[in-house]
């Protein structure tokens, strides 16, 4: 990398005396000053997908790996949900909230609770940015009330820390945010109204079994789950994507992923 002398040096600051540094110091500064403009290069380079395109879509995780696309497995006429876990859903995101839910189940949370750690990720797979906001979109009809709300705010919750409840702020987030991360106002005022509502703790419970969810050595088999779902989520009986209403169409882009328009 080709350095700007003078730019280095009012990088430096009015403060720093280069002439009086060691070598040491020197180098040292040298070698932050280039990380930091490398940093520069990455931030600017022309991205070749949208950060927020869901990982279904070829999209990268948070932390920015590209997940591999296989095949489409073929879908039944009448998909039902957890078909879209089986047939759909890219591994990763189900082994995650799998992992969320048992833990949730292990700790002896309601079967809400359970049922909403089961799905508050789903959106991911179409889209990332506001994916809470998404997912509790994706399954409003079908659920409780409480459960679409608990998985709509726990996007803003994830970003405050908890610790009366068990939730810290998660180390993961200063890596794919940055150590200075300040929630946007949308975000900071959709945790204030949540965090007076009735149901806040059903939102933050979903944040704390998240926590524990990114075991890439646990596996957790969706079987114990399948009654928990038919108790909590009414399936409709011409499929999801297919039952006309106002969400069908987020459905059948998950079936149709490569539709061209
Ligand atoms: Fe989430
Ligand atoms: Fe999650």
Same mark, same amino acid.
């Given at each position: 990398?080709?350095?700007?002398?003078?730019?280095?040096?009012?990088?430096?600051?009015?403060?720093?005396?280069?002439?009086?540094?060691?070598?040491?110091?020197?180098?040292? #500064?040298?070698?932050?000053?280039?990380?930091?403009?490398?940093?520069?290069?990455?931030?600017?380079?022309?991205?070749?997908? %949208?950060?927020?395109?869901?990982?279904?879509?070829?999209?990268?995780?948070?932390?920015?790996?590209?997940?591999?696309?296989?095949?489409?497995?073929?879908?039944?006429?009448?998909?039902?949900?957890?078909?879209?876990?089986?047939?759909?859903?890219?591994?990763?995101?189900?082994?995650?909230?799998?992992?969320?839910?048992?833990?949730?189940?292990?700790?002896?949370?309601?079967?809400?609770?359970?049922?909403?750690?089961?799905?508050?990720?789903?959106?991911?797979?179409?889209?990332?940015?506001?994916?809470?906001?998404?997912?509790?979109?994706?399954?409003?009809?079908?659920?409780?009330?409480?459960?679409?709300?608990?998985?709509?705010?726990?996007?803003?919750?994830?970003?405050?820390?908890?610790?009366?409840?068990?939730?810290?702020?998660?180390?993961?987030?200063?890596?794919?945010?940055?150590?200075?991360?300040?929630?946007?106002?949308?975000?900071?005022?959709?945790?204030?109204?949540?965090?007076?509502?009735?149901?806040?703790?059903? #939102? %933050?419970?979903?944040?704390?079994?998240?926590?524990?969810?990114?075991?890439?050595?646990?596996?957790?088999?969706?079987?114990?789950?399948?009654?928990?779902?038919?108790?909590?989520?009414?399936?409709?009986?011409?499929?999801?994507?297919?039952?006309?209403?106002?969400?069908?169409?987020?459905?059948?882009?998950?079936?149709?992923?490569?539709?061209?328009?």
């Amino acid at each position: 990398m080709d350095v700007d002398r003078k730019a280095f040096l009012a990088a430096l600051g009015p403060g720093a005396a280069f002439g009086a540094m060691t070598h040491e110091e020197r180098a040292e #500064a040298l070698e932050s000053y280039m990380m930091s403009q490398l940093g520069k290069q990455f931030a600017i380079a022309p991205a070749t997908v %949208r950060r927020g395109m869901g990982v279904m879509f070829g999209g990268p995780t948070p932390s920015g790996v590209h997940p591999e696309l296989g095949a489409l497995a073929e879908m039944p006429r009448k998909p039902a949900l957890v078909d879209f876990f089986r047939l759909r859903f890219m591994p990763h995101t189900v082994a995650h909230m799998l992992q969320s839910a048992n833990d949730a189940l292990k700790k002896g949370e309601p079967e809400e609770t359970v049922f909403a750690c089961l799905v508050h990720d789903i959106a991911v797979n179409l889209i990332k940015v506001d994916h809470g906001y998404w997912g509790a979109q994706m399954i409003e009809p079908y659920v409780s009330e409480k459960t679409s709300w608990a998985i709509r705010h726990h996007q803003a919750l994830r970003f405050y820390a908890d610790p009366s409840a068990g939730y810290e702020y998660p180390e993961q987030y200063v890596r794919i945010f940055g150590k200075d991360y300040v929630p946007a106002p949308y975000i900071q005022a959709a945790y204030e109204h949540a965090h007076k509502h009735k149901w806040y703790m059903a #939102a %933050r419970l979903i944040t704390v079994h998240d926590l524990y969810a990114f075991d890439p050595n646990v596996k957790v088999s969706l079987d114990p789950f399948i009654d928990i779902i038919g108790r909590h989520f009414k399936q409709p009986k011409e499929g999801l994507g297919f039952d006309a209403s106002p969400v069908a169409h987020i459905w059948r882009s998950l079936i149709y992923p490569d539709n061209p328009l």
